[in-house]
């Protein structure tokens, strides 16, 4: 088992892949008595064509990756939420554009709750009549977000700025696409992205490592895995232009929700690279919108804004935006003074006093985010499935320079690639 250290940080994460292939991490947490686990997979809703090693191109239904993080939550004998509240522990599960996650948090029976973890995800069970059941649920859970103002404005929003990339496509798919869907298609997927060489387990928390990882590796050694194999995924050619500026939909708010953003020609999809780029555009957006710059506090004075004010930067294979906004009194206003807010920042340069305060910033939401088990299972198994390290961001921080965000916001800013979602009342 190798240890990383981090001195900095004071942190030693323990690793090891089995011979299945399957990547384990283990942070012990002296002193802590909670223990958060999360187990894994590289699939996520942008992932509906692709081939798996010796077989054929496969295109299956949009929001089967869903659909599948669903299922795999009933077995045989009953629903597995009931075996951890027995043991515990707390489980769920999500379903991300590139990632499935399942996960629970415990302090008790943590090495049994591993175990079930494990067992539960590594044995599907889909029939015929368990499957059609659970299409009805789902569509509903389609109809119930179509009624959610937050979510029609942020997936409006994507939509508007993409034509052929899947990451536009609810991540629950359509009613029509989930109706299609049948347990062979699920089998198929399962196959495909659930094999241990696709997956990790990422445990954090009050726990004895060494007997820990011994547990995992006989639960392992008991199980009988077919072949991984490199796993090919396809996407349609996107356009670099949007698909539409502009996207209105009427719901009944007392509020307009207004969210706009841009679409870049995607960079680096994994590695430092990448990372950099993202922690760059981040750290580029917070600089301009946090709630401590100026033009956060002229929007909130002239109440263009409230507190539920936001933004984010979005990137994944073939994909890379923004999403900036909330609830509006004027959403044209709100989308005219902060464009141009960001196109003069991009000709005259970030403040460097205030680049290096929010730098400072983050690096600090950081430290204390390493306080919270759950959130470094969060971060952790999102910064690994880009092939980046959680623990390594204090000094990709510290190395960014000023001169990288201008250069960021200066190709991030183009007029031609931003689109606006916006919700009005009936």
Known sequence: MAKEEYPQLQETLLHEKLDNGLDVF???KPGFTKAYATFATSYGSVDNRFKRAGHDEVRVPDGIAHFLEHKMFEEPEGDIFSTFASQGASANAFTSFDRTVYLFSATESIEKNVETLLDFVQNPYFTDENVEKEKGIIVQEINMYRDNADWRVYFGLIEALYTKHPVHIDIAGTPESVRSITKEMLYECYNTFYHPSNMSLFLVGGVDAEAMMERIKANQSRKTFGPGGEIERFFDEEPETVRTPRLETKLPVSLPKCMFGYKEIPGPQRGEEAIRRELASKLMLESLLGASSPLYQELYDDNLISD?????????????FSVIGGETRDPDELIKRVTEALGQAAESGIDERIFERTRRKRIGSYLRMLNSPEAIAGEFTRYRSRGGDLFKLVE??????????????????NPSRMSASIVRGD
């Open 396 to 413: 990709a921080y510290e190395s960014l320079t000023i001169g990288e965000l201008n250069a960021r916001l200066r190709e991030h800013v």
């Open 26 to 28: 283990i942070l012990p």
């Open 308 to 320: 539920g004010f936001g933004y984010e930067y979005n990137t994944g294979p073939g994909y890379s």
